[in-house]
């Protein structure tokens, strides 16, 4: 069966009633355990998901960006942005948008849905507030040690486009001299860690009480109160369902290495598992872990510092705060 067909079949086959209860939007950086973390909210009843809707570099979605204006990643920041982003948005909405549509042999298929969760890693970590109040919906951004991001992404596609348009200006003179001294000069890892500086500083920096703040780190370390945080502040019914998930694959389980693999979806999950979060120390010395930390702190990010692996307290949700 072509994909053209099968597309076709998986737009025919949901339908797509809204209910009232919010929506949930993903923001992430490639890399962060996204994908696993939409597959375990995608255990509650009613949700369908949207993965990556403004990657790209990916033929569909670039074509169907393309009718509202949107045809290269400065676009994103441009003038018209929203007007475009609302016009495109709500064609998932209201069904006339269906190609982001599971497959209906997923298990995540759902013939009648009433909730959306869109997965966003290329776009819109400057107006995330926005999409929570056009969109009705609840924001989860979900951050993971920026070395590991740098050491798994095999490209930036929108660096030069955050420094080279409207989004520059969220930084200081200073911060964008040196962001395009590293650009120019950087290592791969260097010019990675400054990527998701660019990306996260601005979401971190336009973080409001409401958004469901998350690490990779505690997800995978200590993930009880991180289900229980999402269950109260997304309204999702049945957080059992999301326990039961942790240890099934994720659908990006073809881009781990085995030793990632087995340790994610075997008995090796456990509450003291710090390899998972630890094993990008074996991938670089500490003068390049060094270098890559300072670009962090250039951009005045204190979530992760030089010389650990874990973030910081303020980010790490206690049993009692869920």
């Known amino acids: 069966m072509s994909l053209n067909i099968t597309h076709a079949i998986a737009g025919l086959a949901n339908i797509h009633r809204p209910d009232g209860r ?49 045809v290269d990643w400065a676009d ?17 909405f209201n069904g006339r948008l269906t190609f982001k549509n599971p497959f209906p042999h997923r298990n995540y298929f759902r013939f ?38 740098s050491l798994s992404r095999e490209a930036c596609p929108r660096l030069e486009a955050r420094l080279n348009s ?26 990675g860690v400054l990527d998701w500086s660019l990306q996260n500083a601005v979401a971190l920096r336009s973080a409001t009480a409401d958004w469901t703040v998350i690490s990779y780190e505690q997800l995978v370390l200590e993930p009880k109160p991180v289900l229980d945080r999402l269950a109260a502040r997304l309204e999702l019914p049945e957080p059992e369902r999301m326990v039961r998930r942790l240890r099934v694959p994720s659908a990006s389980t073809d881009k781990w290495d085995e030793r990632t693999r087995e340790a994610l979806t075997g008995s090796a999950i456990r509450e003291d598992n710090r390899w998972l979060v630890e094993k990008w120390r ?41």
Not at 80 to 87: F, I, N, Y
Not at 115 to 139: P, Q, V
Not at 174 to 185: D, G, N, P, R
Not at 282 to 307: D, P, R, S
Request: hydrophobic share 45%.
């Open 166 to 191: 409207d989004y520059s200006r969220h930084f200081t003179a200073a911060q964008l001299k040196a962001a395009k001294t590293i650009l120019a000069s950087g290592t791969k890892l260097e010019r």
């Open 76 to 92: 994103f920041h441009g003038p018209r942005a929203s007007v475009a982003l609302k016009a495109y948005m709500g064609g998932f």
């Open 282 to 322: 074996e991938k670089v010395t500490e003068e390049e872990a060094h270098a890559a930390m300072e670009i962090v702190e250039l951009f005045n990010i204190n979530v992760y510092k030089a010389g650990t692996t874990l973030p910081a307290d303020s980010l790490w949700i206690r049993p009692h705060d869920s």
């Open 112 to 149: 009648v849905t009433r909730r959306i969760i869109f997965k966003i890693l290329h776009a819109g970590e400057d107006r995330i507030s926005w999409f929570r109040d056009t969109f009705n919906g609840r924001i989860v951004l979900l951050l993971r040690h920026p070395i590991a991001v």
């Open 22 to 70: 919010p929506n949930v939007f993903i923001f992430s950086t490639p890399r962060s355990g996204s994908t696993w973390l939409m597959e375990l909210i995608l255990t509650q009843p009613g949700f369908k998901p949207c993965s990556e809707p403004f990657n790209l570099a990916v033929p569909t979605v670039r074509e169907h960006l393309a009718r509202f204006g949107i």
